[in-house]
C-alpha cells in the first residue's frame, strides 16, 4: 500500500470520520487547526501530528504566517495532499496547494466555491437562472440594480457560510443604509433580489469530474429562517421519484460541471420561485453539509458523506479507482434547535424511527429513519411543536461564523 501524507485543516470541529477514514488506509495524517481547539475530542489515535493556528482568519497577514509556518513544518515533513475540511477554510487549502505546487484545486477553482459573486456570475453566464444580483463597488450600478428590481432584498457577504451576516432591506433607502454603514468592507458584499420559495439543498460526492454519489433534500425551514427569525431547523431528503428531483439532479450536474469540480464532497442549494416554478441556483460548496445534513444523508442511504471522501482523496491521489458503496435509500429527515435546557433530557422521544440524537449543550437534535417520506414528516411536524414547548430557544444571527 503506497501511504501518503495528508494536510487535513479545519478550524471548527467537524471531519472526525474523514480523518479516521484517511489514517484507516495507511496514510500520515497531519491536522492544522486553530490554537483554540487544542482541546476538543479530535480521534487523536488517527492524527500523527497537530499545527495549530494563532488566528484562522482568511486575513492576508494570517494567511502569511500560516504559509510561512507550513514552509517551516515542510522542510522535515512531506506534504502529498492537502484537504479543507470547512469552508472557511477552502482558501486556506488553495492557497497552500498553489504555493507549494501540490496537486488539486488551486485558487481561481476555489473561488466558485467560496465567493457567492463569483459563483452567481460564473452561473449565469453559463445560462444556468440565478436570482437578479449585483456587486456593490460601483454606485451607479447599485441604483440601476435597486431601481431594476423589486424589493425586497438580501444584501449578503460574498465569503460567509449559511446565514451569517445576510441582512434583508425593503427599500432603496434602507438598502443603501445599510450599504454606506459596510464602510472599506462594502466590496466584500453583494446584493440579491429575495423571492421566496421552496429551497433545496443537493448533496453530492464527486469523481472524476463525475458525480458518483447524490441525494436532494428539502429544507423545512431553511437556515436562513432559523437564523433571522428563531425557528427550528428541518430537512427530508426527496423521493427519487418526486418531480423535482431529477430538475435538481440536472441543475446540480451543470453547476458543479461550471464550477471546475474534478473530486470531492460538495453541498449546493436551490430555491424553486413561487413567482415563476422554475430552479434558482443559490450557492455551492467544496466540502460535505453541514449542521448534520452528513448524518440525515447516511440515515437516508447507507453512506457516509465524510469517510468516503477521504477514500475518493486517497484514491485519487494513489491513482486507483474509487468505487462508492451501493446506495439504500431509505427516507430521512432531520431537526435541530437550540435548547434552554444546558442538557435537555431525549428521554421522551421514543419512537423507533429515531436514528441519531444529539449531543451537544443547549441544543437538541434528532434524525428519523423510514421505508415512508409520509412518516418521516409527520414525526418533524410531531417533534416541532413538542421542541418549541418543552425546549426551544433562540439566539440572534451571528454577525462571525461559530459553526
Known amino acids: 500500500m503506497h501511504s501518503l501524507s495528508f494536510l487535513c485543516i479545519a478550524t471548527f470541529f467537524k471531519g472526525e470520520a474523514f480523518l479516521r477514514a484517511c489514517k484507516s488506509l495507511g496514510n500520515t495524517v497531519y491536522l492544522l487547526t486553530d490554537q483554540k481547539l487544542a482541546d476538543k475530542e479530535w480521534p487523536r489515535d488517527a492524527i500523527d501530528e497537530f499545527f495549530f493556528l494563532q488566528s484562522p482568519s482568511n486575513s492576508s497577514e494570517s494567511l502569511a504566517e500560516m504559509v510561512t509556518g507550513l514552509a517551516h513544518v515542510m522542510r522535515s515533513r512531506r506534504i502529498d495532499r492537502v484537504v479543507a475540511l470547512d469552508d472557511f477554510d477552502v482558501e486556506k487549502g488553495a492557497l497552500i496547494r498553489e504555493t507549494f505546487r501540490i496537486p488539486g484545486m488551486g485558487q481561481t477553482t476555489a473561488r466558485f466555491f467560496r465567493d457567492k459573486l463569483a459563483m452567481r456570475m460564473r452561473a449565469a453566464s453559463e445560462g444556468i437562472r440565478v436570482p437578479a444580483f449585483s456587486a456593490l463597488f460601483h454606485d451607479e450600478t447599485v441604483t440601476d440594480f435597486l431601481r431594476a428590481t423589486e424589493a425586497p432584498w438580501l444584501i449578503k457577504p460574498r465569503s460567509e457560510a449559511s446565514a ?7 427599500s432603496l433607502e434602507e438598502a443603501w443604509s445599510v450599504i454606506h454603514a ?17 429551497v433545496y439543498h443537493v448533496d453530492s460526492l464527486s469523481y472524476e469530474k463525475t458525480i458518483v454519489f447524490t441525494l436532494a433534500s428539502m429544507y423545512l425551514a431553511t437556515p436562513m429562517e432559523v437564523a433571522h427569525g428563531g425557528g427550528v431547523f ?14 435538481l439532479y440536472e441543475i446540480n450536474t451543470r453547476v458543479l460541471n461550471a464550477f471546475g469540480m474534478r473530486h470531492s464532497a460538495s453541498h449546493s442549494e436551490y430555491i424553486r420561485g413561487d413567482h415563476d416554478g422554475e430552479l434558482y441556483f ?3 460548496s467544496s466540502r460535505v453539509g453541514g449542521a448534520h445534513i452528513a448524518e ?6 447507507g453512506i457516509n458523506l465524510w469517510s468516503e471522501w477521504a477514500k475518493l482523496e486517497v484514491a485519487v491521489a494513489r491513482g486507483e479507482t474509487y468505487q462508492v458503496p451501493v446506495n439504500e435509500p431509505q427516507y430521512a429527515g432531520l431537526i435541530v434547535s437550540l435548547a434552554r435546557q444546558q442538557w435537555p433530557d431525549l428521554s421522551s422521544f421514543t419512537d423507533s424511527e429515531i436514528w441519531w440524537r444529539m449531543k451537544r449543550e443547549h441544543h437538541i437534535g ?3 429513519r423510514a421505508t415512508d417520506a409520509d412518516r418521516i414528516q409527520q414525526l418533524l411536524d410531531a417533534y416541532m411543536h413538542r421542541i418549541y414547548t418543552d425546549f426551544h430557544a433562540s439566539a440572534p444571527v451571528p454577525e462571525k461564523p461559530t459553526n
Open 296 to 301: 440525515m444523508v447516511e440515515a437516508a442511504s
Open 234 to 247: 428541518r430537512t427530508m431528503n426527496l423521493s427519487p421519484q418526486a418531480p423535482e428531483t431529477s430538475s
Open 366 to 368: 434528532l434524525i428519523v
Open 164 to 170: 451569517t451576516g445576510i441582512q434583508k432591506v425593503h
Open 282 to 284: 443559490l450557492e455551492t
Open 182 to 198: 459596510l464602510g472599506d468592507r462594502r466590496h466584500e458584499f453583494l446584493i440579491e433580489q429575495f423571492k421566496p420559495g421552496r
